[in-house]
């Protein structure tokens, strides 16, 4: 399964972003969906993630009230909003897809390859 995020950008603090994932020729339909994010020299964080079926939503403490992750499994497709963006936000930003919807990074079978987040003050 070759996930795609897109919807990264640059942004000034503040502002809001939605990123999106999805994969083309696969059902993302049975998989949960994480959300992850590493800015330079830092390790690799839990931003939030949803079950297979919508109901449950999980954040880590860098969603920090701002940040809300859905999906639309009729568009194969996941979302993360990220509203009140700061200058600690700047990262990169991975999709992922498993089983289950945890914040432990090798729980998740699928990546994608990432998209740039960059908030400027």
């Known amino acids: 399964v070759q996930l795609q995020a897109s919807g990264g950008g640059s942004v000034q603090v503040g502002g809001s972003l939605r990123l999106s994932c999805t994969a083309a020729g696969y059902s993302l339909r049975s998989y949960a969906m994480g959300w992850f994010r590493q800015a330079p020299g830092k390790e690799r964080e839990f931003v939030g993630g949803?079950?297979?079926?919508?109901?449950?939503?999980y954040y880590g403490n860098a969603a920090k009230g701002r940040f809300t992750v859905s999906r639309d499994n009729a568009k194969n497709t996941a979302y993360l909003q990220m509203n009140s963006l700061e200058p600690e936000d700047t990262a990169i930003y991975y999709c992922?897809?498993?089983?289950?919807?945890?914040?432990?990074?090798?729980?998740?079978?699928?990546w994608g390859q990432g998209t740039l987040v960059t908030v400027s003050s």
């Open positions: 992922a897809a498993g089983l289950t919807a945890t914040a432990q990074a090798n729980a998740y079978e699928y």
């Open positions: 949803i079950s297979w079926s919508e109901d449950r939503t």
